[in-house]
């Protein structure tokens, strides 16, 4: 809990400096550690509990480096000599708890310094997404140069009382599936203030009792955390200020105290009402600094979007509506520049402050937010002659980054969990506009993790809770076909394969053979949260002859027959093609109405969904002869029944299969409409949306440099480069995507059917660029188009 703005500064120069980790000695990565696991004694140990652990170590001067490994559960917030550090861990399971490397020379200087660590531990009431085995603390020195801040019984603990949980009926309140943990109430007067400087006294604080030590993997014979090194980079924070009062009650104020350059004065005995709006979605730590106020009680809520009879409507509007989400809550001592800050991020465009003050009036000095996750640098960029696609593409990207954090979300306000179905987009989407595969990578292997008996990938993960969505195991093996078409690193890939075929072979047992489609299966079929699929879950499903999951099936071996025949696994290569064949073409023979070009949900034929069209296409289920009717139809006829903003990326690429992406530009108008109500990030349906955030949304950040510029990799690796650009009735397109290689960058014009301009590819990169039924070759460098 920092008090001036000057060090939060500091700490977002700091952090960033940090996202590489650090060198791991050898010896720790095969055996038992020295330092132990500690805790707070005479405490719950997987109860709610928030711990404050100190140290001192004397310097006689400051080492060029001095590197120590890190992790907490649940989680950890690091200070050295009084300026935070860095937060984790990344989020894993038991068997992979991620431990950070971090360089402290920067922090450290001659004689005693303090290293101190906030842990806490949310029990029962913790978010979805944490795993968690007991409360603990851990820091390891790299060598033996940095073994004095080894964690052992020279540690000091204190339980803070402070805390407790609050705002835990977020999902009655909401009517809604809201998993994220609770709020904090935290009484001022409880607080330890200064706790993390050098000056605090901490002789009354126990020693910390020690609970065993720490092994990484493939090692241990009575594990508590299996240890891995961290593989993404530290999350980001970034100052970010709140400049809009919506409106007030009970006080008059203005902006100036929110950019501390004054203070605003609540009276004694009196409560006032703030509504804030940061202007768009956000994800953050708020940091609320007050002062005086003993008695005082602030209630901080949180919401994307305000109510109106308990719908939502134009985002930007304010009058006539009323804030309702998660809410935090603080009760000043009365000193001087005492700042909150939750323990975990908050997810707003909207903030309220409720204030009561007691006997003393309570000074507001400032109040603005840390914004924080994945640190994803947008390296792309698209324009056109149609600047409204700008706004698509920054509201997008926002989307997109807002739902990254140590994992891919599917959304930062109700669950932040990572399911395969959300996170194959987002990872396209980052490895196009960022070129940055690390969350990809840690996604991939966090779903291996997640595998069941039976052979499937949980449908998210990490998860403290057990989910199985058969789909959603399918996106997983194609998130490996997807990673071997832009990545060249088949050491990495080769590791999963065994259990691709342990999905694969789940669906091939479930395969009613008298019908040649996939019979009744288990679990949670879903595939869209169409209206017309119960659940998500479309006919068929549950009961058999799914004619859209057995051809998601499809889809799956015809890239797995690719990816097994490109690491040399011929036999099972072709097994998968021979199948994919004889499945899709079952399917086309019982579901398809020639006479409507339609696919049917299921051979009975009662029901028709654009999902079953949009598949049937995608997989080549349909004769090429007739791809392009059953895709009009998909598209132009209402009556069967819609795909939402996550399924339109499938139809978008069944566009491409059929040769119709020129009519993706049309289809923008979804987006378009989202814009239109005030919303900042792509929302997760159609309204009335529970989520205003949700990356599977945030398609056109893909689409427009994969299907508008056409660029896309025509060899595994990217190793070369196919260019078939769809601009629709566009005139005028420019993009550039990072490559492994260096960047691709695209400017084009049409008119009519000409098609004009430049591609620039990096050194060694050849590709070929196509217009209609010509094709002209690229080379590295510059390439001039006339078509």
């Known amino acids: 809990m920092k008090r001036t703005f000057l060090s939060l500064l500091i700490i977002v120069t700091i952090t960033t400096s940090l996202r590489a980790q650090g060198p791991v000695d050898k010896r720790l990565l095969t055996g038992s550690w ?18 404050h652990f100190r140290k001192t170590i004397e310097l006689a001067k400051v080492p060029a480096s001095f590197n120590v490994h890190l992790s907490a559960d649940n989680r950890y917030r690091l200070f050295v000599n009084g300026r935070a550090v860095c937060s984790g861990p990344a989020r894993g399971d038991l068997y992979n708890w991620n431990f950070e490397t971090v360089d402290l020379a920067p922090y450290l200087h001659t004689g005693p310094n303090i290293i101190a660590a906030l842990v806490w531990n949310m029990g029962e009431h913790a978010p979805v997404a944490q795993v968690s085995n007991q409360t603990g603390w851990l820091m390891q020195g790299d060598t033996e140069a940095e073994y004095m801040v080894n964690t052992n019984s020279s540690w000091k603990v204190y339980n803070d009382k402070a805390y407790t949980p609050c705002s835990l009926d977020n999902g009655a309140r909401l009517h809604s599936y809201m998993v994220i943990g609770p709020g904090d109430q935290v009484r001022g007067n409880a607080y330890p203030w200064n706790w993390e400087q050098a000056d605090y006294n901490d002789s009354q604080w126990l020693p910390a009792r020690g609970v065993t030590h720490p092994v990484p993997a493939g090692y241990g014979s009575d594990n508590l955390w299996t240890l891995t090194p961290r593989t993404i980079p530290l999350m980001e924070e970034v100052p970010e ?25 609540v009276p004694a005995h009196s409560t006032a009402s703030i509504l804030l709006d940061q202007a768009h979605n956000t994800v953050a730590y708020p940091q609320l600094t007050v002062s005086k106020g003993n008695g005082s009680s602030i209630r901080l809520t949180y919401a994307e979007a305000l109510l109106r009879n308990g719908q939502k409507g134009n985002r930007d509007e304010a009058d006539g509506r009323e804030i309702v989400g998660n809410y935090d809550i603080f009760e000043p001592d009365g000193g001087n520049q005492r700042t909150f800050r939750p323990l975990w991020v908050r997810t707003y465009r909207y903030l309220q402050l409720d204030i009561t003050t007691g006997n003393e009036p309570l000074q507001l000095n400032r109040l603005y937010g840390m914004r924080t996750g994945y640190p994803f640098e947008e390296k792309a960029s698209f324009s056109s002659n149609d600047r409204s696609l700008t706004a698509i593409w920054e509201t997008g990207w926002r989307t997109a980054r807002l739902c990254a954090g140590e994992t891919y979300f599917d959304c930062p306000y109700y669950e932040q969990l990572q399911y395969e179905g959300d996170t194959r987009i987002q990872s396209l989407i980052s490895l196009y506009v960022a070129g940055d595969d690390r969350l990809m990578r840690k996604a991939i292997h966090d779903f291996y993790c997640s595998r069941v008996p039976e052979g499937l990938t949980q449908g998210r993960y990490p998860s403290s809770r057990l989910q199985v969505i058969p789909p959603f195991s399918l996106y997983w093996v194609t998130m490996l076909y997807d990673y071997w078409m832009h990545r060249k690193d088949d050491a990495f890939l080769r590791q999963y394969l065994t259990a691709a075929t342990g999905v694969l072979d789940w669906y091939e047992n479930h395969i009613d053979r008298s019908r040649m489609m996939l019979g009744a299966m288990p679990w949670w079929g879903f595939i869209d949260w169409n209206t017309s699929f119960p659940g998500g879950v479309p006919d068929g499903a549950t009961n058999g002859h799914s004619a859209v999951i057995t051809l998601q099936y499809v889809y799956t071996l015809q890239q797995a027959a690719a990816l097994f025949g490109g690491f040399g696994r011929t036999t099972e290569a072709q097994h998968y093609a021979q199948l994919a064949q004889q499945l899709a073409a079952s399917v086309y023979r019982q579901c398809f109405d020639a006479s409507h070009y339609a696919m049917a949900n299921t051979p009975e034929k009662k029901s028709f969904s654009q999902h079953a069209g949009i598949m049937a296409v995608l997989t080549g289920a349909v004769p090429a002869g007739q791809s392009r009717q059953v895709l009009q139809r998909v598209i132009t006829d209402s009556t069967i029944s819609q795909a939402t903003f996550y399924y339109r990326f499938y139809l978008t690429q069944a566009m491409k299969k059929a040769g119709m992406a020129e009519l993706y530009y049309s289809q923008l108008q979804p987006w378009r409409d989202m814009l239109k109500i005030g919303l900042t990030t792509f929302a997760e349906n159609p309204e009335p ?53 260096g960047n691709i960058t695209v400017s084009l014009k049409r008119k009519e059917k000409r098609i004009t301009g430049t591609v620039i590819l990096p050194k060694g990169l050849t590709g070929d660029f196509i217009w209609g039924n010509k094709k002209a070759p690229l080379k590295e460098g510059e390439t001039a188009i006339s078509l």
């Open 34 to 51: 020295p330092a132990s696991w500690i805790t707070c004694p005479q405490a719950e140990q997987r109860g709610y509990g928030v711990y």
């Open 241 to 265: 200020s709140i400049s809009i009062i919506r409106r007030t009650r009970g006080i008059d104020a203005d902006t100036q105290w929110l950019s501390g350059r004054r203070s605003l004065e």
């Open 689 to 741: 949306t529970r989520s205003d955030c949700h990356a599977w949304s945030a398609s056109p950040n893909y689409d427009f440099l994969a299907t508008i510029c056409g660029i896309m990799p025509a060899q595994p690796g990217f190793a070369r480069v196919k260019i078939a650009p769809a601009p629709g009735a566009l005139e005028e397109v420019n993009g550039t995507m990072p490559h492994p290689q």
